[in-house]
């Protein structure tokens, strides 16, 4: 690039940050990066939270990766997943939940909000527990040491038409009693690294008439999660149906605030962008498998030009690494606007410390827990932080590829990972192996 475009992206930059300075409500306002650095050489940075996870679709990373028609699409890839879903009881529930979870305290989160739907037998028939695959992943949770809020999934129809669910979708069902009482009896597990919320599956899964029901019940700070916008034809069939998009049909008939997580919200006007971003709610971004599904693009930047609050899920888990989720939300960006550095704002010029702060910013109203003593320490032998400085620490750390540099966690102020390896890997690891090769065997 010459220096007049190099100029021309200063000036960007700073109308970008004139703009952000302007816009962003008190309640976003920028905490800083809170990078540390010990005695010993070693940088601290704070957990990094997972805002969304469907924790048995780890066991099919890399499965639906063979073209089965030559339109293939979210759609199609569902029908994989559905299979594969079938499969499931709480038992393997809890090996992949534990090797998933160990994994991803190894990568540096440090909670994560499971969007839990998987509740019933394979035929849609309750277990002798009703909450049995629910305690299958706090049991996980518990085990491997990661902080979780668990977000049981009221899902009650096929489409936005009302249709009931299909067959393949009989074990995610609930009437409102009954998914009033799971949350109940949830609730009394709840602890220290342990949070009950609750989730909408989307708006063509949940009638009006039932999240209102769902509200009214919901304790007081509950998060509140839900899918939307992720697909066109979502966004099509809402606007056929219910005369609006999806975001703008939301924030038309609820009061959508920082008690909600809007998990994908992919397709936005800039209407609908904007009154989102100033709203309180968060955006849960999940970049690998919105590419691994061809969802599209989240309009980034004009987000955060509106201060808007938004944080990173692993999802489908076709990647376990919030490095690799964060480098992909900005590259992105720049693949589709031929730009670089897209994701800065008022607090700094880093990309990185921007994203990072970013997903700091939306830990505590997404995951409804505070985080106390969750951190990382990077290991300051890694070749890529070598001579590194306090000011390009995080760019390092997340633009430097796949190499892991994450050598201890500590969730809760227990340490859960040391020299890199998770204290039960080994133990984990051979359950998981024992697992896949029987739901795997045909
Ligand atoms: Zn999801």
Same mark, same amino acid.
């Not at 629910?134 to 990661?146: E, N, P, Q, Y």
């Given at each position: 690039m010459g220096v007049s475009g190099q100029r021309r992206r200063v000036s960007l930059a700073q109308s970008i940050f004139r703009q952000s300075a302007t816009r962003m409500p008190a309640s976003s306002s920028n905490p800083g990066v809170p990078l540390s650095q010990t005695a010993a050489g070693r940088w601290r940075i704070p957990g990094i939270p997972n805002l969304h996870s469907h924790a048995f679709q780890r066991a099919m990373a890399g499965l639906?990766?063979?073209? =089965?028609?030559?339109?293939?699409?979210?759609?199609?890839?569902?029908?994989? *997943?559905?299979?594969?879903?079938a499969r499931m009881d709480p038992e393997s529930t809890h090996a992949v939940a534990s090797q998933l979870y160990a994994e991803m305290l190894e990568a540096g989160y440090t909670s994560v909000c499971e969007f839990h739907y998987l509740h019933h037998a394979a035929d849609g028939r309750p277990y002798a527990d009703p909450?049995? *695959?629910?305690?299958?992943?706090?049991?996980?949770?518990?085990? =491997?040491?990661?902080?979780?809020?668990?977000?049981?999934?009221?899902?009650m129809t096929g489409g936005f038409d009302g249709r009931a669910?299909?067959?393949? $979708?009989?074990?995610?069902?609930?009437? /409102?009693? %009954?998914?009033?009482?799971?949350?109940?009896?949830?609730?009394?597990?709840?602890?220290?690294?342990?949070?009950?919320?609750?989730?909408?599956?989307?708006?063509?899964?949940?009638?009006?008439?039932? *999240?209102?029901e769902v509200l009214a019940?919901?304790?007081?700070?509950?998060?509140?999660?839900?899918?939307?916008?992720? $697909?066109?034809?979502?966004?099509?069939?809402?606007?056929?149906?219910?005369?609006?998009?999806?975001?703008?049909?939301?924030?038309g008939n609820f009061e959508v605030d920082a008690r909600w997580t809007l998990v994908h919200a992919t397709h936005l006007t800039a209407a609908e962008t904007t009154r989102l971003a100033t709203s309180g709610a968060t955006v849960?971004?999940?970049?690998?498998?919105?590419?691994?599904?061809?969802?599209?693009?989240?309009?980034?930047?004009?987000?955060?030009?509106?201060?808007?609050?938004w944080g990173i899920g692993s999802d489908s888990h076709i990647s376990v690494s919030p490095v690799e989720e964060l480098r992909w939300l900005e590259y992105g960006q720049r693949l589709a606007t031929r730009q670089r550095n897209i994701a800065v704002g008022p607090g700094s010029s880093s990309v990185g410390? =921007?994203?990072?702060? %970013? /997903?700091?910013?939306?830990?505590? =109203?997404?995951? %409804?827990?505070?985080?106390?003593?969750?951190?990382? *320490?990077?290991?300051?032998?890694?070749?890529?932080?070598?001579?590194?400085?306090?000011?390009?620490?995080?760019?390092?750390?997340?633009?430097?590829?796949?190499?892991?540099?994450?050598?201890?966690?500590?969730? %809760?102020?227990?340490?859960?990972?040391?020299?890199?390896?998770?204290?039960?890997?080994?133990?984990i690891g051979t359950r998981y192996r024992e697992v896949l090769a029987r739901l795997l065997s045909d």
């Open positions: 639906a990766e063979r073209q =089965t028609h030559p339109q293939d699409s979210f759609w199609t890839w569902r029908e994989t *997943m559905y299979r594969f879903a909450a049995a *695959m629910s305690r299958a992943l706090i049991a996980a949770a518990r085990d =491997t040491g990661i902080r979780m809020t668990l977000l049981p999934v009221l899902y669910l299909s067959t393949r $979708q009989q074990r995610f069902g609930h009437d /409102v009693e %009954g998914f009033l009482g799971l949350l109940q009896d949830l609730r009394s597990d709840e602890g220290a690294l342990l949070r009950i919320g609750c989730a909408f599956h989307s708006l063509r899964a949940v009638p009006e008439s039932a *999240m209102r019940a919901l304790p007081a700070g509950a998060p509140l999660h839900i899918h939307i916008a992720e $697909q066109i034809g979502e966004v099509q069939d809402c606007l056929s149906l219910r005369g609006a998009r999806p975001v703008e049909w939301l924030q849960a971004i999940c970049p690998s498998t919105e590419a691994n599904l061809g969802d599209g693009l989240f309009p980034l930047r004009a987000y955060l030009d509106a201060g808007g609050a410390e =921007t994203l990072l702060q %970013g /997903v700091l910013a939306s830990a505590r =109203t997404a995951t %409804g827990q505070e985080g106390s003593g969750d951190y990382l *320490m990077l290991d300051p032998q890694a070749p890529i932080l070598a001579a590194a400085r306090q000011h390009d620490v995080v760019d390092r750390w997340i633009f430097s590829g796949n190499r892991s540099v994450v050598e201890e966690v500590h969730v %809760g102020g227990r340490q859960v990972v040391a020299d890199g390896r998770h204290r039960d890997r080994d133990a």
